[in-house]
């Protein structure tokens, strides 16, 4: 039902910014809890940030709160990530992901979401 293709990936220096962005195509975006994870090399995938399909509840990992933002707009059918001072540690492929809404909350789980992007690689030089 929900194709995923991230994009906005690249190479900045820590204390920069970037932003990411994963278009969706199919059938009903707005109705898709959406979210970003990111696996860095030898460590498991690990839950970003997730934002419900109305845009006003979002929840964010404590290693990037304060740091990265996730918004939605439905009508582009498009979901961001804006990462500002960036850290060595955030050295990730970072994937966007849809879950159904009737999850309730924003999960964590990786298992929980239903959709993959093919990921983009971010690398914060020190």
């Known amino acids: 039902q929900v194709q995923l293709v991230e994009s906005g990936g690249g190479l900045v220096q820590a204390g920069g910014s970037l932003s990411l962005s994963c278009a969706a195509s199919?059938?009903?975006?707005?109705?898709?809890?959406m979210a970003w994870f990111r696996q860095a090399p030898a460590k498991e995938r690990e839950f970003v940030a997730g934002?419900?399909?109305?845009?006003?509840?979002?929840t964010y990992a404590d290693s990037v709160k304060g740091r990265f933002i996730i918004s939605r707009d439905n009508a582009k059918n498009t979901v961001s990530l804006q990462m500002n001072s960036l850290k060595p540690e955030d050295t990730a492929v970072y994937y966007c992901a849809a879950g159904p809404q009737r999850l309730g909350m924003v999960p964590r789980e990786v298992y929980k979401y239903t959709y993959w992007g093919q990921g983009t690689q971010v690398t914060v030089s020190s």
């Open positions: 934002i419900r399909w109305s845009g006003g509840s979002t």
């Open positions: 199919g059938r009903a975006f707005s109705t898709y809890i």
